[in-house]
Structures are given as structure tokens and as C-alpha cells.
Nanobody, 123 residues
Framework: QVQLVESGGGSVQAGGSLRLSCAAS????????MGWFRQAPGKEREGVAI???????MYADSVKGRFTISKDNNKNTLYLQMDSLKAEDSAMYYC?????????????????WGQGTQVTVSS
């Protein structure tokens, strides 16, 4: 139905920055919810940031003020700008999408997922 491909992950030192990209293709709509989630080894997958059609952006408290989610509708690409990175941000980051108008920042509300891109932050 929809394909999502993440890129931009890598290894950085604490305090550094990365920008993740998610290219969407297939059957998508501009009003879809899209978001970023992450999962560290041995941990549950958690929401990082989302965009929905009514409320705009929503961030996890742990990244608020440091991360920025945005979308380029012309390129059908989702971004996550990550600044002031901490070691605790190290995880596999996943792009997700759903066709609902409004969504929450929980993984179970999203039907379509990318394969992930690794982010490693060294102290």
C-alpha cells in the first residue's frame, strides 16, 4: 500500500546533530498521519514525533526542544532534525504512516513502517 524508506542515520558524539529522511511512495494521501519512532535493544518501541492533519506536530517529552519533525509535501518526504543528541537517543529509528486524519504518538496507531535507520550517539 505504501512504502517508506529511511535514511540519514549514523554515529555522532553527544551534542551533535543528525537529520533523518523518510521517502514515501505508493498509495499515500497528503492528510495522512506520519511519524518517527525508535527502539533500543531490549526496549519497547516508543514514539518520538508525529504530524497529523488537525493538531500538527506532537513530540515525546524526552525529545521536545531538541528534535523537529517536518514534511516536504512536494517531495513526499518526512524529516526528523535531531539536535543536541544524547547517548540515550541511540536506537533504531523508524518512519511510520497511517491514513487516518488524526493519530496519537503510539506505535499501534500506525499501519505502515519502514525498515529503520540506526542512530548511535557516543558520550
Amino acid at each position: 500500500q505504501v512504502q517508506l524508506v529511511e535514511s540519514g542515520g549514523g554515529s555522532v558524539q553527544a551534542g551533535g546533530s543528525l537529520r533523518l529522511s523518510c521517502a514515501a511512495s505508493g498509495d499515500t494521501v497528503s492528510s495522512s498521519c506520519m511519524g518517527w519512532f525508535r527502539q533500543a535493544p531490549g526496549k519497547e518501541r516508543e514514539g518520538v514525533a508525529i504530524i497529523d492533519s488537525l493538531r500538527g506536530t506532537m513530540y515525546a517529552d524526552s525529545v521536545k526542544g531538541r528534535f523537529t519533525i517536518s514534511k516536504d509535501n512536494n517531495k513526499n518526504t518526512l524529516y526528523l532534525q535531531m539536535d543536541s543528541l544524547k547517548a540515550e537517543d541511540s536506537a533504531m529509528y523508524y518512519c511510520a504512516a497511517d491514513f487516518t486524519v488524526v493519530c496519537g504518538i503510539t506505535p499501534r496507531e500506525f499501519d505502515f513502517w519502514g525498515q529503520g535507520t540506526q542512530v548511535t550517539v557516543s558520550s
